[in-house]
């Protein structure tokens, strides 16, 4: 049991859930209820997928991180079609808006996913080709870029000095000057550094092989099959001791809203035992998704939630920033320390 005492609870959402909120955001509503339960809110991106809605994952986290006050907010990006400085100054300014909750969920399409992408967004260029090489050298370049981005500005640049009529010094904005294969950005980013200096980048991954790939991320989400997941945490939690990692749990839509109040504890020690085995090999948390979040959310923020506390996962919020929070160590300026 005190091995899960220390775990986070995660909820992944995608943006069309933003209508099960939409008349519950006051004190004592769904929202507030999950602010309070849930360590971590998880927005995955739809973009250009047939059933998504045209609102992307930043701007409905943004509206959740005004509206909410103790959660962390992770926004998905389709990170190898859109532009890594827009992606860079997107989760800066919501840092800003969560006070230092924020982060990203760095998502990479493939196949059919990415070309119905690139009929959306039209003949541009700076593509990586659909294959697995191209996308992962994009997927690490961008996320050097966005990096590189929020070191731009170094903490104090914004001085707001009156007399002199400077709202920054610029001697403390730096050019990032990057090339890669498919773009160069020069800098600086057009947003001060975030209040986390760099907020926590995110990935999914399905097997150890993923991993190297994905190195460059705090956080890493485990898609791995129940019967794998104890072997693949221990492959890639002693190859990135300093990643954090969270499993992914599906849960069954079946009758959500007819489950009594035990048959949710069933669910919460069934959820518990398999969290004790992974925790001794490295698990940070876990992230819990929905079938049908528009159904499902309720009875899990009412019921299972709290089943989950009691049964031993979870820890109280008590960190004021998400990286805090995550335990990891407090981001320096890579510019600041070289000069």
Same mark, same amino acid.
């Given at each position: 049991?005190?091995?899960?005492? &220390?775990?986070? =609870? &995660?909820? &992944?959402l ?20 999950? +602010? ?5 809110? =998880? ?46 100054t ?14 990203l ?9 990415? #070309? ?7 003949? /541009? ?13 994009d997927?690490?370049?961008? =996320?050097?870029?966005? @990096? ?6 170094? +903490? ?25 294969n498919?773009?160069?950005v /020069?800098?600086?980013s ?6 986390? &200096?760099?907020?926590? =980048? ?9 991993l ?6 705090? /956080? %890493?989400?485990?898609? #791995?099959g129940?019967?794998? /997941? ?35 504890? +069933? ?6 035992? @398999?969290v004790?085995?992974?925790? #001794? ?28 506390r ?6 109280p ?5 998400? @990286? ?5 160590p ?5 510019? %600041?320390?070289?000069?």
């Open positions: 049991m005190t091995l899960t005492k &220390g775990l986070h =609870i &995660g909820i &992944g995608d943006a069309g859930s933003r209508n099960i909120f939409h008349t519950e955001t006051g004190p004592g509503g769904l929202l507030q209820r999950l +602010d309070a339960a849930a360590d971590l809110i =998880i927005i995955e991106d739809r973009f250009a997928r047939p059933d998504g809605d045209g609102l992307d994952a930043v701007l409905f986290a943004n509206w959740l991180g005004a509206k909410s006050q103790n959660a962390g907010i992770l926004a998905g990006a389709p990170i190898n079609v859109l532009e890594p400085f827009h992606i860079s997107a989760i800066a300014t919501l840092d800003y808006v969560t006070e230092g909750r924020a982060g969920l760095a998502q990479s399409l493939a196949g059919d996913h990415a #070309a119905s992408a690139r009929r959306f967004t039209g003949p /541009l260029n700076g593509y990586p080709a659909d294959d697995r090489q191209a996308l992962d050298t997927f690490g370049e961008t =996320i050097d870029v966005i @990096r590189r981005l929020w070191d731009s500005w170094e +903490d104090d640049a914004v001085i707001r000095d009156v007399e002199s009529q400077r709202f920054v010094d610029g001697a403390k904005l730096r050019y990032i000057d990057f090339k890669g498919n773009f160069s /020069l800098g600086p057009i947003t001060p550094r975030p209040p986390q &200096g760099q907020p926590i =980048i995110a990935a999914t991954i399905s097997k150890a092989g993923d190297a790939a994905k190195a460059n991320v705090d /956080l %890493v989400f485990l898609r #791995a129940i019967d794998e /997941l104890s072997s693949v945490l221990k492959t890639v939690s002693a190859a990135q001791p300093d990643l954090r990692f969270f499993a992914d749990i599906d849960l069954s839509s079946a009758s959500a809203e007819e489950r009594t109040d035990r048959q949710w504890q +069933d669910e919460a020690e069934r959820i518990a035992a @398999r004790r085995e992974w925790a #001794a090999s490295g698990l940070a948390g876990i992230r819990l998704l929905p079938r049908q979040p528009d159904r499902d959310l309720r009875p899990v923020v009412d019921h299972l939630l709290p089943a989950l009691t049964a031993g996962i979870g820890r919020q008590e960190a004021s920033t998400l @990286r805090e929070r995550l335990a990891l407090v981001a320096t300026n890579r510019y %600041v320390n070289a000069a």
